[in-house]
Nanobody, 120 residues
Framework: QVQLVESGGGLVQAGGSLRLSCAASGSIFRFNAMGWYRQAPGKQRELVALITSVGNTNYADSVKGRFTISRDNAKNTVYLQMNSLKAEDTAVYYC??????????????WGQGTQVTVSS
């Protein structure tokens, strides 16, 4: 069973920081790359950051240098540290296991997501 629980979102001023967490069931987390995705109103869901099972990372150009993805394999949790937030980062953020080659999500089931709102 796919279980993904995102948390840590909120309202923050531009330039501020947030740290998101995603707790995943072990069957999802173990041996899988994990990705953070976001969906803004009226837009398609997009990959923000990806981390492989051994810690290699990849980022969307729009967040490079500002966001950092990490994982704690002992806790089956993936994190997204977001700094220097901009209004355009406003979205609902989700996590999922990810295909390394394409960044596409592996599972069709999603958690409830966590809302990030950046005021300018």
């Amino acid at each position: 069973q796919v279980q993904l629980v995102e948390s840590g979102g909120g309202l923050v001023q531009a330039g501020g920081s947030l740290r998101l967490s995603c707790a995943a069931s072990g069957s999802i987390f173990r041996f899988n790359a994990m990705g953070w995705y976001r969906q803004a109103p009226g837009k398609q869901r997009e990959l923000v950051a990806l981390i492989t099972s051994v810690g290699n990372t990849n980022y969307a150009d729009s967040v490079k240098g500002r966001f950092t993805i990490s994982r704690d394999n002992a806790k089956n949790t993936v994190y997204l540290q977001m700094n220097s937030l901009k209004a355009e980062d406003t979205a609902v953020y989700y996590c999922n296991a990810a295909f390394v080659s394409t960044g596409a999500p592996k599972f069709g089931s999603w958690g409830q997501g966590t809302q990030v709102t950046v005021s300018s």
